[in-house]
C-alpha cells in the first residue's frame, strides 16, 4: 500500500515537530524525573529515528553504492539506538520493572547484535510475569 502524499510532513516540518518534541519530553523528565513515561517516550521517538535509518539500511544490496549509503545508515541508526537505550536504561533507574523499558532494550540489543544482553533483559521481564 503507498501512503497519502499529501498526509507526508517535509523535512523541514518533521524536523520542527521532531525537536519540539524531544524539548518538551525533556522538560518533562526535569519536572519530574521519577516519571518513567518521560523517559521511555523520549526513547521511543529516538528508536523510531533509528530505526527509519536501520530499515532502509536492511534494503539495500551489496552494490558499491549501497554499501557506502549503508556505512552512513549504519551510523545514524547506531547513534539513534545509543540514545534510545541511555533513556530507556534512565527510566529503570527509575522504574527497574517498567516493561517498556525492559521490552524496547531488549530490543535494541537484537537490532544491536548483542543477543545475550537482549535475553537478560527478556529474563528480566519473564521473572515480572512470573511474580518473583
Not at 521519577?34 to 532502509?56: D, I, M, P, W
Not at 537505550?85 to 530490543?107: C, G, H, W
Amino acid at each position: 500500500e503507498t501512503p497519502d502524499k499529501s498526509m507526508l510532513l517535509t523535512d523541514e516540518d518533521y524536523k520542527k515537530y521532531y525537536s519540539e518534541a524531544e524539548r518538551l519530553l525533556k522538560k518533562a523528565q526535569e519536572l519530574d524525573p521519577k516519571e518513567t513515561t518521560n523517559y521511555t517516550q523520549l526513547g521511543s521517538l529516538y528508536l523510531s529515528e533509528g530505526l527509519v535509518s536501520y530499515n532502509a539500511n536492511q534494503r539495500l544490496t551489496t552494490s558499491k553504492a549501497d554499501m557506502a549509503k549503508g556505512k552512513v545508515l549504519t551510523e545514524k541508526y547506531k547513534a539513534a539506538f545509543a540514545k534510545s537505550q541511555k533513556e530507556y536504561e534512565a527510566a529503570l533507574n527509575a522504574d527497574p520493572n517498567d516493561r517498556i523499558a525492559l521490552e524496547y532494550l531488549s530490543k535494541i540489543h537484537i537490532w544491536s547484535g548483542d543477543l545475550a544482553k537482549s535475553i537478560e533483559y527478556k529474563n528480566r521481564l519473564k521473572e515480572l510475569d512470573s511474580g518473583n
